[in-house]
């Protein structure tokens, strides 16, 4: 037997594996992996995010997040919370595959104007794929954003700590949104939930519109063109999407464009679609792209960009000319100036 000292220093068996338990816990969370990891959300959400939101290179911009995406979120393996920086790079890599999609919905437009079935229907496979991917991404996007700030309800919102607490929100929605979307133009392939919909419209009332170019509200009026039965009595959506594009033009951050014009697209009003990619191509002389937030003016470019490529794809045969962001193929042409006002006295001047 033990001295009766020592005795008394003995614990039972049960407590010693919960003194062990614990010390394992705390070896963990002081894990150099885990002190990496914490430390690099950080230099992430302080460095790294302000970098690219200030640039205005996507292609860059989408090879950096599809090569960065799986080994920064692995760091939630040792215990890091990746949950905010994994909403940002999971939507990014969501919409780089659609720019993918883009491409192949293309060369589908291009074939079935050729009158090739087979290519077509190829093209077409190759797009639902590569929006099936766009829509999983997203997806998960949306999922960590859940997890990070809980499921939402009427009238309860989260109590945001910084600017940055704000943007991963209203990105998180943006993401919610897009899974819904690209899901549904794939046959439903990854089976996102229908119900985000009537869900974001409660969420949009947590961010301070005034702060981010009324966007909440441009998406709140998106849902209730595309989807009218979740939409109040007598409100008119696109009137509410072209004030919010009005205002983002105001700011430099033109995401009300696209807003405006992709509710246009979804709800078949080509017309509507025109009419916000013209006022984007053609903004007042003294817009300039709000420095901090340049890459999202640039962004709103491109995916303004793709639907007019669809426009004259469809009725040409080709994407839009070089410089011709803001006309269509089936505009009136230009008329000519009559010769005899070129020679008059006014002309000549």
């Given amino acids: 037997m033990p001295p009766i000292a020592a005795r008394h220093l003995l614990l039972p068996r049960a407590a010693r594996v919960a003194l062990l338990c614990v010390a394992l816990a705390l070896l963990a969370a002081c894990s150099p992996y885990k002190v990496a990891g914490d430390h690099l959300m950080r230099f992430s959400e302080k460095v790294i995010v302000p970098h690219e939101l200030g640039g205005n290179d996507l292609g860059i911009g989408c090879q950096a997040v599809l090569s960065w995406t799986a ?11 990746v949950r905010q920086i994994a909403v940002l790079l999971e939507l990014t890599a969501g919409v780089c595959n659609e720019i993918k999609a883009l491409e192949s919905e293309l060369a589908f437009l291009r074939a079935m104007r050729a009158q090739q079935p087979y290519v077509a229907q190829d093209a077409r496979i190759e797009q639902k794929r590569a929006l099936a ?83 909440p509200n441009g998406v709140r009026a998106a849902i209730w063109h595309t989807i009218p039965l979740f939409a109040p009595p007598d409100v008119n959506a696109m009137e509410i999407m072209e004030r919010v594009a009005e205002r983002g033009e105001r700011d430099g951050v033109r995401l009300g464009h ?12 080509t017309a509507s679609a025109k009419r916000a ?14 420095p901090k937030y340049r890459i999202l003016d640039a962004v709103a470019g491109e995916i303004l960009l793709a639907v007019s490529d669809r426009i004259w794809t469809e009725q040409t045969g080709h994407r839009t000319p070089v410089s011709g962001l803001g006309t269509f193929p089936d505009d009136a042409p230009k008329r000519a100036g009559d010769i005899d006002d070129l020679l008059s006295p006014e002309g000549a001047d």
């Fill in 71 to 81: 080994p920064g979120i692995a760091f939630e393996q040792v215990g890091t919370d």
């Fill in 258 to 269: 696209v807003i405006w014009a992709m509710a246009s697209v979804n709800s078949g009003d």
């Fill in 277 to 290: 990619i013209r006022d984007f191509s053609s903004p007042p002389p003294d817009f300039a792209p709000n």
């Fill in 133 to 215: 991917v766009a829509a999983r991404r997203q997806y998960s996007a949306y999922r960590r954003f859940l997890a990070h700030y809980g499921t939402p309800t009427e009238g309860r919102c989260p109590a945001f700590g910084n600017d940055f607490d704000e943007l991963v929100y209203m990105i998180g929605m943006l993401a919610g949104v897009q899974a819904m979307i690209n899901d549904a133009q794939t046959g439903q392939f990854i089976s996102v939930p229908r119900d985000i919909a009537p869900a974001i419209t409660h969420m949009v009332n947590c961010i301070d519109g005034e702060k981010w170019w009324d966007i």
